[in-house]
């Protein structure tokens, strides 16, 4: 079993930055990627970021050279880091872990507006 618990939601102006934070607990050995996922209101849940065990990430096209995604083995925390949001990148964000199953974390919103 994994735990994910994120931080770091809220709302931001347009062209701001945020940074989200996701902490793993449980059997976190067996974790080979973690990542964020978002879902807009209506839409379906998408990929946002996502980076392996051995630092190696990938990114939506929506979002590619605005976030950050990073990896602290030690800590056993990812993190995401927004910057150049707009209002499209309004969505809750959820922290993923995969070890053959998919974990979730609750859930924090971001809202990007003026």
């Known amino acids: 079993q994994v735990q994910l618990v994120e931080s770091g939601g809220g709302l931001v102006q347009p062209g701001g930055s945020l940074r989200l934070s996701c902490a793993a607990s449980?059997?976190?050995?067996?974790?080979?990627?973690m990542g964020w996922y978002r879902q807009a209101p209506g839409k379906q849940r998408e990929l946002v970021a996502t980076?392996?065990?051995?630092?190696?990430?990938n990114y939506a096209d929506s979002v590619k050279g605005r976030f950050t995604i990073s990896r602290d083995n030690a800590k056993n925390t990812v993190r995401l880091q927004m910057n150049s949001l707009k209002p499209e990148d309004t969505a809750v964000y959820y922290c993923?872990?995969?070890?053959?199953?998919?974990?979730w974390g609750q859930g924090t919103q971001v809202t990007v507006s003026s």
């Open positions: 993923n872990a995969k070890t053959g199953v998919d974990y």
């Open positions: 449980g059997t976190i050995l067996s974790i080979y990627r």
């Open positions: 980076i392996t065990s051995g630092g190696s990430a």
